[in-house]
């Protein structure tokens, strides 16, 4: 009568890259070979052309960041730079199975952002109001309508902090991590693109202010651009030319569930008690945590924020109360001041920077690949990341996404 | 859960502290006299490094008082402790 859970998903796939030995010199190198990174090199090829072009990757493909996030994927950021680039990145999500000709199991099952206090309430309805003028979907809907969507949450007025509604966006979902970077390896790989894992940068060159090389774990790799796409260690790297970033790196903690029969239809995030949660394909509760408050490139953080995590958890969703945890885990994410991504130019001629995405990174994947390409094909930003300069730290021109970031982003 | 050695009450959980931040960033002498440049590099930008760093803590839930303490981030081990005022210690990690 019924399938069981992830009946639906197709075999583990065959090899869908080679493992190329570096050449000495490339147009364009792309520095960390995550989403972000796997995603510039795929636009590269696809959009501009430029199909001479390798992703280092000091570890194995996709093995930091996008392996160990929440797949939520939405788009109803408070201001219009943020909608600008993230409503970009949904609608490429729309359509990125075709594009990509492989199965990435978007599912637009949709994300309620709770509001358990009357300010939150006042943001909630102002970040719908806005997200509306910005022709994003969104609906204020209260404790009721939290409950039709999602059976599972407690609406009760008994708790310590009670849901007093929710944004509601129906286009929001999730997909699955991996199956989204097989599917840009594979493409990238089939343009020509070099995929290079084990390959870690320890240094680049610079010559009249202009980037020249890159010193690798594997040698020298000469380079007309390079583009850092390396999330939690951009400090790091920046730092290797003189570039300060105004990043500090965190471990952001998440953890899953055993599986379980389908329980949770949506996505539901809530801010104020720092829990997100959603129900993987394949059944396992998938939820996240806020980061942890020290400054940490471990991978792993403390108990007491997954304990804390699931108190609220518990709290919104007794049913989760005989549940059993499965694995918890860490990754590091680079927070920005003002919770918004810095993408764009850099003082080092040809050196291109994405970074900044802190929590939040994996929704825009197809979206900043896109605009990261576009960057440095023109050496220009592409109009949906103009607004997201280093140089706004010094101007003043910050893009505040506290509210709408959500978690402690 | 990480023990904090609080250089007044001795180690304590994590959970009793708040973090604070990079220590040692001084607050301009002159105000008035920094470019938006300058002030942006107070306001925004922090030492960010893969290695021992110098941070500030809080024990929150005890003594109340601020310290100093340099820590590994890549392994998160505490490398010393010391109390405010007094210069970083050598550590090597």
């Known amino acids: 009568m019924t399938s069981p859970p992830g009946a639906h998903l197709p075999e583990h796939p065959d090899f869908l890259w080679d493992n190329p030995e570096p050449k000495s010199s490339y147009d364009v190198v792309i520095v960390g070979g995550g989403g972000h990174g ?230 539901v995030m809530s801010n104020a008690v720092h829990v997100y949660v959603s129900q993987a394909h394949k059944g396992e509760l998938v939820m996240g945590a806020g980061i942890d408050s020290y400054n940490g490139y471990g991978q792993r953080g403390s108990f007491h924020i997954i304990e804390q995590q699931m108190s609220a958890a518990l709290e919104l969703f007794p049913v989760f109360a005989r549940a059993h945890l499965l694995r918890t885990w860490a990754g590091i994410v680079d927070v920005s001041p003002d919770a918004s991504p810095i993408v764009g130019l850099t003082p080092v001629g040809g050196l291109y920077l994405n970074c900044g995405w802190g929590t939040g990174g994996f929704k825009a994947t197809p979206g900043v690949g896109d605009c990261f390409a576009h960057t440095i094909a023109h050496d220009k930003p592409h109009p949906f990341n103009e607004p997201f300069t280093l140089e706004r730290f010094t101007t003043g021109a910050l893009v505040d996404e506290h509210g709408a970031a959500a978690v402690a982003h | 859960m990480q023990l904090i050695p609080c250089p007044w009450c001795g180690p304590r959980e994590e959970a009793e502290f708040h973090y604070g931040g990079q220590a040692h960033v001084a607050y301009p002498e002159d105000p008035s006299a920094l470019t938006d440049e300058e002030w942006a590099r107070y306001v925004f930008f922090r030492d960010n490094p893969s290695g021992p760093f110098a941070e500030r803590w809080s024990h929150n839930a005890g003594c109340r008082r601020w310290f100093n303490a340099v820590r590994d981030t890549r392994t998160h081990d505490l490398l010393a402790v010391y109390r405010v005022g007094e210069p970083m210690p050598e550590v090597t990690a």
């Not at chain 1, 949904?90 to 990125?96: A, C, D, P, S, T």
């Not at chain 1, 909630?124 to 969507?149: T, Y």
């Not at chain 1, 059976?151 to 008994?158: A, F, K, L, M, R």
């Not at chain 1, 991996?178 to 870690?200: F, K, S």
Request: hydrophobic fraction near 40%; glycine fraction near 10%; include cysteine.
């Open chain 1, 38 to 267: 796997i995603a510039t090199a795929y636009y590269l090829a696809k959009v501009h052309g430029i199909t001479n072009v390798a992703v280092l990757e000091k570890g194995w493909l996709a093995g930091g960041n996008m392996a160990r996030n929440t797949t939520i994927i939405r788009s109803n950021y408070l201001w219009d730079e943020s909608s600008g680039i993230y409503e970009h990145s949904l609608k490429l999500w729309e359509g990125l199975e075709e594009d990509l000709g492989y199965p990435i199991l978007f599912d637009q099952r949709g994300v309620l952002n709770l509001a358990h206090s009357l300010q939150d309430v006042r943001d909630s309805v102002r970040r719908v109001n806005a997200n509306r003028l910005n022709g994003i979907d969104a609906e204020w809907v209260d404790p009721a309508g939290v409950k039709e969507i999602c059976p599972i949450v407690n609406t009760s007025p008994d708790v310590r902090y009670p849901v007093l509604g929710a944004t509601y966006q129906p286009r929001a979902g999730i997909a699955k991590h991996d199956y989204v970077a097989w599917g840009y390896a594979r493409a990238a790989h089939a343009m020509g693109v070099d995929l290079i894992q084990n390959c870690e940068v320890t240094g680049m060159e610079t010559s009249g202010g202009r980037i020249t090389a890159v010193e690798t774990s594997r040698g020298r790799i000469a380079a007309g651009k390079v583009a850092l796409c390396a999330a939690g260690h951009s400090s790091v790297l920046a730092e290797m030319v003189g570039l300060r970033l105004p990043l500090a790196s965190h471990p952001l903690q998440a953890l899953v569930s055993e599986l379980l029969e389908p329980v949770h239809p949506t996505v």
